[in-house]
């Protein structure tokens, strides 16, 4: 797809650095960031309309082919990838900028967050979908992230949310969490809201710890 070739999808490139990344150091957030070292806002956007463009297919995953969905599954890894990238790493130096908050509205906005609320339900329900293992290392705990979030209750619950328009306020508090959490295998481990803002244990009764 042209859309996801201009917003610098290489799916290549983007499996070598998950397959690396799978065994080492890294969360799948930290993968992805480094993986689009100068990405911009037009390359997420770009993104998110090769997302829309699928979704033309259809929204349920059980309808689009293999291919379809697999592919599907790069869009939405690169559309992380551009995101944090754009929004964590604005010198481009694929490090977190020490001053990056996760929990600011203004640094994560609510679009935003809807878009990492469906990437993270679209990546599992493509993968179920095709029957796929592909990144199941780098993808880690996210299965269990999910079950998590969908025992705080309905709102909170988003692994079938592939609409961004039907992201609630309490799952943009899980994607603002999830972005900088120190305590799973996804987050960014931000500094400044370590051990403050996280999503699993130790987990108060919700909002708990979660972002505002």
Known sequence: DLLA?????DTLNLITSLNSGASGP?????????????????NFNDMVQAQ????ATSTNAALRTVDENIFLVFVEFAKLGTLLSTVADTNQ????????DNCSHVMV???????????????????TAAGSSIANQSLGNTNAICALAASFGAAFDFCNTTDPNAV??????????????????????????????EFQAPMNVPPGNLCP
């Open 93 to 100: 130096d694929t490090i977190l900028d020490p001053a990056f």
């Open 168 to 197: 609630t306020a309490q799952q943009r508090q899980v994607a603002r969490t999830l972005i900088g959490e120190t305590n799973s295998s996804l987050g960014l481990k931000v500094v400044i809201n370590a051990s403050t803002f």
């Open 5 to 9: 070739g201009r917003g610098g999808l």
């Open 109 to 127: 906005t609510d679009a935003q967050a809807n878009e990492v609320i469906v990437g993270i339900s679209v990546i599992l329900g493509s993968l």
């Open 52 to 55: 829309t463009f699928m979704f």
């Open 26 to 42: 890294l969360t799948l957030f930290q993968q992805l960031m480094a993986s689009f070292p100068k990405a911009t806002a037009s």
